[in-house]
Every structure is written in structure tokens, then in C-alpha cells.
């Protein structure tokens, strides 16, 4: 089966181009200008349209097994097809945790039956996220884990994390690292600071990740292997990677749309869904988590989609559970804030969300080429819009950015040459 995707605006590497782009077997076959089709060929008008390279999400929480009153794998896949992702990797916090072959083995199976983007299982790095014992790594990477991370908890004994970090490395995976020490957070649901003092609740501090994001830091340095640094949110965690960056760490670090778009302004009125992990900071964390995108520090734009039940947010602040459902909005505000805005290019905004994840996890794709699979997103970049969480896709409605307009239209999006989305 062919498809000819004609008349975009083609998002490469170096620049932007008037393509069209010719599909077969999965994969991209041609790029020239002005292909013409042949009978059998699928042709889809991109004309007025940008095509990009299919956003890779190294960061959702699916929530099955055993959440799936907050999100399942085909409501998470459904999901993440209409906010433009193509692969996505999945945290490992589920019940029973992914801390063994047998599931991940199901995840990756229940994803194939759905059949919609590419579902990459996280294992976890200690047995039952509780940072006892190191999980069953070798089998969970012969099973087809990508990477290792206790997300939501830092492992927060030091030998345990170095030895996950260890063993991790010699199956070829690395450990993705949730920042935060638990003891130093003592129950803080908020940004410590101003408003935290404001709005009377309790605050956790910036050091409280910063400290977590110089230990695993320093245990990647002196072991030698690499390390990812999850959800970014200080400014001072985005010069400690800068730094580390520059001595020659192996380090590569993500950060999210609402870590740029928002401060912690928004916990002002108590919406829950403002409330995240790590907690929404201050201007000048926003603008070095900005800088730190523009200079290479942090190196990926994932969501940390979390998706929740109405139970689970409809409730006093304190008592919420921590997450934004964002794998709909990500390249929408990310375009808006990033790209529109003049703070970057679409190439670079690319390379952020597509391109490096592939990279970090040794993933197949995130760009246009010839050769590579024909994961696409086609976007209508001048279509504004005004977020409406409840009409989302995804189980979890839980956003912050109800009633915010953003550019960035998702039309279609392709896996492997084949439409899994369109409006």
C-alpha cells in the first residue's frame, strides 16, 4: 500500500520545505516535490498544512494494569494519536507495578491489540516502586522495557540507585530518575514560596529536587554510565544538568509543558487540576526551564500525561492526587509558547519533542527521511483553539489550561504509513 502525503510544509532536521512525501511499507520511500501518484496510491492533501515527524512521549502514565478508572491502554493510545504522538513510553506505576516481564509483556501486548501508536513499557528500577530490592531487569529488558524508573518516588536509598544504574547499563537501558527527596518534601503539595504562604498550603522546596538531581548526578559520573533527569522544574536543577553537561556527565534531562507555560499563580484559586509533581514553580524557574530548552540543557518536552478520575481531583487540595492529563495539548502549547512566540523554531521544537526522546531511548524514528518509518503528524499550525479538557479523548479531563487559547491543530497522524488519527 502506498500513501502520498502532498502540498505540506515538511518539518526536516534543517529546515522547513515544501515536500510531498511518498510512503511505502511502512516507511518513507521518497521526498521531491510534485510526486506524482500512481492508481493504487492513497493521496492525502496536506496543502495549507505542516507535516511533522511524529511526537515520541517518553513520559505517560497509562494506568493499566489496575487504574483503569483513570485511563486505559486504548484510551491512552487514542489519546495520544490525537494530540499527534506516534510512540509513547510508559511509567511503570501501575498495579501490579511493572516490575517484572510478565507485565510488560502485557502492556506490549494489549498495545498491539489496540493497534494505534507505539507503546514502549518503562520497568521499574526496585521491586513494588519501593526501592527495597532491584526489579528483575534483565528479564524486563529481554521483555522489551526501553528504560528503568521508579517515577513518582525517588529511590531514595543511594546504593540501591547506584546499583540500579549499574545493572541498567549492562542491559543497555538507563535509568529515568523522578527527583525528589521525600523527606525534605514532608508532605508539601505546592511550590514553596510566596503562594504557598498565601494560599496556606504547604510548600515543598526547590532543593528538595535539586538535591535528588545532583545524587543521581554524581552516581552516573563516577560509575561512568548515563543517567535522565524526569519533569525538570528549577532553575537551579536546570544549571546543576548545564553544569554536569559540561564537565561531560552523561546526562540527559526532560521538562513539560506546564513547567513553561505556568507558575504556581495558577494554585492561587485551588484548582486541583493545577496540582502536579513536581509542583508548578516561579517565573524565573519558568524562564531557566525556557533557556534551558533554547541552550541544549534540557534536551526532550514530554507530558507526564497523568490522568485522573473526577474522585481523585474533585476534593480539597491537600487531599488530590498530584498529575495533569496533557498528552492532548502538548504540541499545541508547546507550538504556541515556544515556536509562535519566537522563542524557537519549528525544527528545533521538533527536535525536542521527536527526534532527541528517539535518541535518549534508542527508539526507531523521530524525523523526517528517507528510510525511516513513516510516523507522521499533520498540523494546521494557524488553527487557534480554546482548550476544553472535558471534551478530551483521554479518561483524565484534568488540565489547567481550561479556557486557554493555543495554535496547532492536530489533523492527521500516521503510524508506519497508516492514518490513526484524522479530524
Do not use: W
Not at 291 to 310: N, Q
Amino acid at each position: 500500500m502506498k500513501t502520498l502525503i502532498c502540498g505540506g510544509d515538511v518539518v526536516l532536521t534543517d529546515g522547513v520545505k515544501k515536500l510531498d512525501i511518498l510512503i511505502e511499507n511502512g516507511k518513507i520511500v521518497k521526498l521531491d516535490n510534485k510526486i506524482k501518484p500512481d492508481k493504487e496510491c492513497k493521496v492525502i492533501d496536506a496543502s495549507g498544512k505542516t507535516v511533522l515527524a511524529g511526537l515520541i512521549d517518553m513520559h505517560v502514565h497509562l494506568r493499566e494494569p489496575g487504574f483503569e478508572g483513570k485511563e486505559d491502554i486504548e484510551s491512552g493510545c487514542k489519546a495520544a494519536v490525537a494530540g499527534g504522538v506516534t510512540q509513547l513510553c510508559c511509567m511503570p506505576n501501575t498495579d501490579p507495578v511493572c516490575d517484572n516481564a510478565v507485565v510488560v509483556k502485557y502492556i506490549k501486548t494489549r498495545a498491539e491489540e489496540v493497534g494505534l501508536c507505539k507503546v514502549h513499557p518503562i520497568g521499574a528500577i526496585s521491586k513494588g516502586e519501593k526501592g527495597e530490592a532491584l526489579a528483575d531487569i534483565g528479564k524486563m529488558a529481554q521483555a522489551g522495557a526501553v528504560a528503568l524508573s521508579d517515577d513518582g518516588r525517588s529511590v531514595m536509598n543511594s546504593l540501591i540507585m547506584r546499583l540500579g544504574m549499574e545493572y541498567a547499563s549492562g542491559f543497555g537501558l538507563k535509568c529515568l530518575c523522578h527527583c525528589e527527596d521525600k523527606d525534605l518534601v514532608d508532605g508539601g503539595v505546592v511550590n514553596e514560596g510566596l503562594n504557598s504562604t498565601l494560599t496556606g498550603l504547604k510548600g515543598s522546596p526547590r532543593a528538595a529536587e535539586d538535591i535528588m538531581i545532583s545524587r543521581d548526578i554524581c552516581l552516573a559520573e563516577s560509575l561512568g554510565v548515563p543517567v535522565h533527569i524526569c519533569h525538570v522544574s528549577t532553575y537551579s536543577g536546570v544549571d546543576i544538568i548545564r553544569s554536569a553537561k559540561k564537565r561531560g556527565v552523561k546526562v540527559t534531562a526532560e521538562t513539560c509543558p506546564h513547567y513553561f507555560a505556568l507558575t504556581d499563580d495558577a494554585i492561587t484559586d485551588f484548582d486541583t487540576f493545577s496540582k502536579v509533581n513536581p509542583p508548578l514553580r516561579e517565573e524565573k524557574d519558568r524562564l531557566a526551564v525556557i533557556e534551558g530548552l533554547k541552550d541544549g540543557t534540557l534536551d526532550c518536552i514530554v507530558t507526564d500525561h497523568a490522568p485522573h478520575s473526577k474522585k481523585d481531583k474533585e476534593v480539597e487540595y491537600n487531599l488530590a492526587a498530584f498529575g495533569i492529563s496533557g498528552i492532548e495539548t502538548s504540541l499545541s502549547l508547546s507550538y504556541t509558547y515556544l515556536v509562535k512566540s519566537g522563542i524557537m523554531s519549528l525544527p528545533e521544537l521538533s527536535k525536542l519533542m521527536s527526534l532527541n526522546p528517539a535518541r535518549t531511548l534508542g527508539l526507531d524514528g523521530g524525523m523526517i527521511a528517507v528510510g525511516a518509518p513513516a510516523d507522521l503528524t499533520i498540523v494546521d499550525l494557524n488553527e487557534k483553539y480554546v482548550i476544553d479538557g472535558y471534551k478530551f479523548i483521554s479518561k483524565g479531563k484534568n488540565t489547567p489550561f481550561n479556557g486557554y487559547e493555543a495554535y496547532g491543530k492536530v489533523c492527521v497522524t500516521l503510524v508506519d504509513g497508516e492514518v490513526k488519527f484524522s479530524l
